[in-house]
């Protein structure tokens, strides 16, 4: 089975956003959301013109405060969207706002220079994919991590 970006998402996003404070009948969709918005945030940024440096400074960790600014502010706009039916309180609202950064933080350790070449780039991903998968194949791997930088970097 292939790991998709969105998978990878939702993995940091319930690590960083799992212990809030939220419904029990709407926290997965809540979490939904937010993985989401990410993706869709991250996807956004990398269509925009000079928006795949930010996504490399952004995996890479070394991403300019105010870029990164842009792209949570970004994914906040979409995080409200997409969370705006479930009646969550101002708390949980903010707390899962507040997660973007951490989310963020956790897919530059992720997905990082695992080569020391000194980039981000596909044979990083694929390393990434194969840690602690035990077994799968070069193909299923190859497969993912195309999937992932297609995600990031189609273009309409």
Partial sequence: MAISLGDIIMQQVKASAGNINIPANVKNQ????????VLKGLTQTAMS????????????????????KGVI???????KKNIGGLGLDANASGALSSAIPSV?????????????????????????????????GKGALLGAATSILGSLLKKK
Wanted: aromatic share 0%.
């Fill in 30 to 37: 809540a979490l939904s959301g937010l993985a989401d918005s």
């Fill in 49 to 68: 013109a000079g928006g795949a440096d930010v996504l490399k400074g952004i995996l890479k960790g070394n991403a300019s405060a105010a870029s990164q």
């Fill in 73 to 79: 502010d970004l994914i906040g706009g979409l995080l």
């Fill in 104 to 136: 963020l933080g956790s897919l530059s350790g992720v997905i990082k220079d695992m080569d020391g070449d000194g980039d981000v780039d596909i044979n990083d991903i694929i390393i990434a994919l194969t840690q602690g998968k035990g077994g799968a």
